[in-house]
């Protein structure tokens, strides 16, 4: 009924720098805090960055000052410009939403499937 669809994956050298996106689409009536999470090999996934729907942001420490988060509200979308890309920002980078559907009072949480980042050095 909802789905998380995300883009802008991909290979590229140390310093370098990618767009994510991720869109939502379906019954939406309305969409709380969006983030993306990563999951490296071998690693737990882990929180990178989130924004509410007033736009209140947060980061891990591993990305502030790097990466930034952004959402077009009207397009249910949400972004994430990652620049300086290290090595070890190497993971499946995954969207996720708190979002409210049909005539439901109800969040439900929902995750995308996976864009991969290969960062070389």
């Known amino acids: 009924q909802v789905q998380l669809v995300e883009s802008g994956g991909g290979l590229v050298q140390a310093g370098g720098s990618l767009r994510l996106s991720c869109a939502a689409s379906?019954?939406?009536?309305?969409?709380?805090?969006m983030g993306w999470y990563r999951q490296g090999p071998g690693l737990q996934r882990e929180l990178v960055a989130s924004i509410t729907s007033s736009g209140w942001t947060n980061y891990a420490d591993s990305v502030k000052g790097r990466f930034a988060i952004s959402r077009n509200n009207a397009e249910n979308t949400v972004y994430l410009q990652m620049n300086s890309l290290k090595p070890e920002d190497t993971a499946v980078y995954l969207c996720n939403a708190d979002i409210r559907t049909g005539v439901s009072l109800f969040l439900r949480n929902y995750w995308g499937q996976g864009t991969q980042v290969t960062v070389s050095s």
């Open positions: 379906g019954s939406i009536s309305s969409i709380n805090t």
